[in-house]
């Protein structure tokens, strides 16, 4: 006996929802892998820079304040003014000024600012804090003094929204634009002035805007990276999964092949209609019919699909057994052992039917 069965099998297509999972989380992970990067790395190279840039200042305001009291004495200040302006043009400083306690400028290391000041700082209050710049002298104070100072002419390299999240998560002095270092200059034992330079942060912040640059690439290459991984773990993923389903399929198919075999059988035996086999019309006729055509066809409708609903198919039946001629699934052959057969009646059976005794045995003529 031979069945023929159409099996649709859904294929396995691309996991995008576990591509989408390995790529969030490891997304997840190297956004924070370089926030760690970037803060840490950041503050420890700033705060390495800071603490070079006060090492030097404290050697190099101790050097100024010797030249000073020097040329102070001998009221000759070329030396100073050339150690002034060698260290602007090493990018060691800024600006530098010597100036006395009324706040007259003795040497300034740029010649057209000692002009527009006339002299004196105090006659620009808002570029030059007098207060803090002789407070070396003020305080009578042998020490270097290192402070941070706003130096006006400098402007900020960020943005607003940028700088204030580099001064919550970076560095909080991101606002003031460099340092104020200063000694007091000493005739005898009195202080008669301090000798000053500025230093600008802008090293600091040229490494701020190339760190961002720096941690944005490696954000960037790890983020492609995290999405090349999640294609490639979901590529292996779908491969092994097909393998699975294709030998799990292959080992249901020969299992209900052996099964659909063995109860073909035993089918053959006990539900093929022979062309010979009498079936009895009535109890009041002891003729009998034969099922006679070449098939038999039966119509039922069977709840034979796991979610029980009725699938209607065509099954023929004849000398060799029972056929599936209309149905689109999977049946097994136990169910086809619980169909009964109907047998209906050809019109070359009807036709061999005698009418033995047509009128009622009450109603004969007696013969004469």
Not at 77 to 82: G, I, V
Request: aromatic share 10%.
């Amino acid at each position: 006996m031979t069945t023929e069965k159409k099996i649709k099998i859904r294929k396995k297509i691309f996991p995008l929802g576990m591509f989408l999972l390995i790529f969030i989380i490891q997304s997840f992970i190297v956004v924070s892998a370089m926030t760690l990067y970037f803060i840490s790395t950041g503050k420890k190279r700033i705060a390495d820079m800071e603490k070079y840039t006060r090492n030097y200042s404290m050697t190099l305001a101790d050097a100024f304040a010797d030249v000073a009291e020097l040329s102070f004495r001998t009221r000759q200040y070329k030396t100073l003014q050339s150690l002034f302006r060698e260290k602007i043009r090493g990018n060691t400083i800024d600006e530098a000024f010597f100036v006395l306690n009324n706040g007259s400028i003795v040497v300034h290391s740029n010649g057209e600012i000692e002009k527009e000041l006339s002299g004196n700082i105090a006659n620009d209050e808002f570029t030059y804090n007098l207060d803090m710049i002789l407070a070396p002298s003020l305080k009578k104070s042998r020490e270097t003094h290192f402070s941070d100072y706003n130096i006006i002419s400098q402007r900020n390299p960020f943005p607003r929204d940028q700088r204030d999240l580099i001064e919550k998560y970076l560095y909080p002095d991101v606002r003031i634009m460099g340092w104020l270092i200063g000694r007091a200059v000493y005739s005898g034992n009195k202080p008669v002035g301090t000798v000053n330079f500025l230093i600008s942060k802008k090293r600091i912040f040229d490494f701020i805007k190339v760190h961002i640059e720096e941690t944005i690439m490696y954000l960037r290459y790890g983020l492609e990276g995290s999405l090349a991984m999640a294609f490639l773990l979901s590529l292996i993923i779908l491969f092994r999964y097909r393998s699975i389903q294709k030998k799990t399929l292959s080992f249901s198919s020969s299992v209900v092949t052996k099964e659909g075999q063995a109860a073909g059988k035993t089918m053959e035996k006990t539900s093929t209609l022979q062309r010979a086999a009498l079936a009895p019309e009535s109890e009041s006729s002891p003729d009998v019919t034969t099922a006679s055509g070449e098939y038999i066809t039966i119509d039922i409708s069977a709840a034979i699909e796991d979610n029980k609903r009725e699938v209607p198919m065509e099954i023929n039946v004849d000398d060799d057994g029972i056929h599936i001629e209309k149905y689109e699934g999977e049946i097994f052959m136990e169910d086809l052992q619980a169909i009964e057969p109907v047998r209906e009646e050809s019109l070359e059976s009807i036709q061999r039917h005698t009418v033995k005794d047509a009128i009622p045995a009450a109603g004969k003529r007696p013969r004469q």
